[in-house]
């Protein structure tokens, strides 16, 4: 129990922390700040704190800072609140980030990410645990009604025609497809680019994990838009200080 109060103490410090350093209150020139999200914005998998350290002759804390007030940044974007409709094929799975970082506990630690995938966007949130509780509320939550739904042949993915969807599993012990042509292999491809970008970031603090999620998300979502990333990304600036913080950390949060 102690350990939990430290850890959420730990949470609060840290979101109070991205919200005071926003980008008009910082000493960083606007310019190198301009610079930073541009790098954000075309890269592939994600850019490290001491790429960002060198390229703007910043220490490694402020790099660290002004890293995270930019993932903070991509995670206001407007992203859907569903996905799916009536006869139109969405994509469920969950997988496991390993690597994560407690503070103060030496061991490192993992959780469960969430996916539902529909036409080229993605929506994702950390998760507990795999119970059918759990998948199921998020599952009604995020999925249009009349969805077909597509999912391996996780236990707990049953009983989702209870819910009003179309449900068709995949077992992938047998193949990549099932025997109707069926598969999840979009939100498959979209966890190897999550994997990928996590690589590269090595070990990433567990409080910190829904800003790396809402970078990934927002960076994949934003591939195929007429306007570019970076424009996106300096043409709108949503509050992100006191309730609207916490409202954007719960987007990513599906506990």
């Not at 995020?142 to 969807?165: H, Q």
């Not at 567990?206 to 570019?228: G, P």
């Amino acid at each position: 129990m102690k350990g939990t109060k430290k850890f959420q103490h730990a949470c609060h410090k840290q979101i109070s922390l991205l919200a005071g350093t926003a980008f008009y209150r910082s000493n960083i020139p606007l310019s190198a700040c301009f610079y930073a999200m541009l790098l954000f914005a075309n890269s592939s998998s994600g850019v490290r704190t001491s790429f960002l350290r060198k390229q703007l002759g910043l220490g490694t804390k402020s790099a660290h800072r002004l890293s995270n007030c930019i993932r903070l940044h991509m995670s206001a974007w407007d992203r859907p609140t569903q996905l799916g409709g009536p006869g139109k094929l969405v994509e469920v799975d969950e997988v496991l980030l390993r690597h994560l970082r407690k503070p103060g506990v030496p061991n490192l630690d993992s959780a469960l990410v969430m996916g539902i995938a529909c036409e080229e966007q993605v929506l994702c949130g950390i998760v507990p645990d795999r119970k059918r509780e759990t998948l199921h509320r998020n599952i009604k939550k995020f999925v249009a009604p009349d969805s077909i739904v597509v999912t391996d042949d996780w236990v707990a993915y049953r009983k989702l025609a209870d819910l009003g969807f179309r449900h068709i599993t995949v077992n992938h012990s047998q193949g990549y497809f099932n025997t109707e042509g069926y598969s999840t292999g979009k939100i498959d491809s979209y966890w190897a680019v999550v994997r990928r970008a996590m690589r590269g970031y090595h070990q990433v603090s567990q409080y910190n994990l829904w800003l790396f999620i809402a970078e990934i998300e927002c960076r994949y979502n934003m591939r195929h838009s007429t306007e570019s990333i970076f424009d996106t990304l300096v043409s709108h600036w949503p509050s992100v200080i006191g309730d609207d913080l916490e409202a954007l950390r719960l987007k990513y949060d599906w506990s």
